[in-house]
């Protein structure tokens, strides 16, 4: 069964190359964290630009492909590192499927999420790192972990159960959306819209349509 590892909140902000400051240093809190509709009772995102908002929530990484970037680069990947907000254990989110739904919990405080975008590397995520072309190798690799928007509110904490309860027909996942999703795919997911199936991130929706209109 799928559950959560870690429930991940900014621990303290640290600066930026540019002489700004970032919460990208999210760590493991115990005990129930809530969650709202811009996501961790008590987290941050000061690039409110590019992060965070209703469609970014949450961000979710796999402890699976976290321990194979580990093991590619020698180093511990502790949760919060790539600064999720969860990490997650035996959960595909690398294949989750765009409008995806997981409920986190049981009973009637269970959280509802909803998949709506891949992460994109910035620089901010590479000086985390401080790993030698850290956004190319990440995007390479094609596993940047999921996006959520909130669809039902309630508490989170580590050891819950996940369990996927609504996957959408047109089968778009967040690999195939990421960097750059073929025509063809993209007009799947556009269409899956216009039936009703799925409510897109507008930004994920911008991207769809620029795949389509590229010259064959």
Known sequence: MASLIAVNRVHGLLPTPKGGQTAIDKRPVAGPVGVGPLGLEGDRQL????HGGTEQALYAYAVEDADVWAAELGREIPPGLFGENLTTGGLDVTHALIGEQWRIGEGDGAVLVEVTSPR?????????????????????????????????????EAGMPVTVVRRPTHGVTIRQTFPRGEPAVMAGLLAAERDGEVRLDPEMRRHAELAVSRPG
């Not at 690039?47 to 590019?50: I, K, L, P, R, Y």
């Not at 972990?145 to 909130?150: E, F, K, M, W």
């Open 47 to 50: 690039d409110t630009a590019h």
């Open 120 to 156: 994109v590397p910035c620089v901010t995520f590479q000086d985390r790192m401080g790993e030698p072309h850290w956004i190319k190798r990440f995007t390479e690799r094609g596993a940047p972990g999921a996006y959520l928007r909130v669809v039902q509110t309630g508490s989170v």
